[in-house]
């Protein structure tokens, strides 16, 4: 496993979460791969949203892709797929959803762990935890191109 760096964010509120969003999309480019992981409710969808519209425009509908399982969004820069793969049955379904194709953009997907082995090694990882009214974000760099970035986030 690549070398790993940790920062831990606090998150008073959405506003903060679609922040941080947004913080990442300054991070990221074309090949990245962001998971997120968490419990339902925990603001996955909601770091997307501010990522996705820092990327694209501020007013960008951004739902959960919860039944279509990915969303794309055409960027200027590259596209963005966003993935929630809750309701996936089996990692080889993740072909048809076209999964090839993110290497061209930026894939960014809630529930990674049902990704299996086509969750790259080199990625960063996003855990968004709800303790009562305490919200964090951990995030975690897979590789030293990640902790690279990480470092210039800090």
Not at 108 to 127: C, H, M, Q, S, Y
Not at 128 to 151: P, S
Request: charged fraction near 30%.
């Amino acid at each position: 496993m690549p070398d790993q760096m940790m920062i831990t964010c606090p998150l008073k509120d959405e506003l903060q979460t679609c922040a941080l969003g947004a913080a990442l999309a300054a991070l990221a480019g074309p090949g990245d791969v962001i998971a997120l992981y968490g419990d339902l409710g925990a603001g996955k969808t909601t770091l997307t949203r501010g990522l996705i519209r820092a990327l694209m425009r501020d007013d960008e509908d951004v739902p959960s892709p919860t039944y279509t399982l990915v969303q794309v969004y055409e960027g200027p820069a590259f596209p963005v797929w966003h993935f929630d793969l809750y309701r996936l049955e089996t990692p080889d379904d993740l072909r048809e959803l076209g999964w090839d194709e993110t290497q061209a953009g930026l894939a960014v997907i809630e529930w990674p762990n049902k990704a299996g082995r086509f969750l790259p090694e080199w990625r960063l990882d996003v855990t968004l935890e709800f303790d009562g009214d305490r919200r964090q974000a951990r995030l975690e760099a897979k590789g030293k191109d990640w902790q690279t970035r990480l470092n210039e986030f800090r």
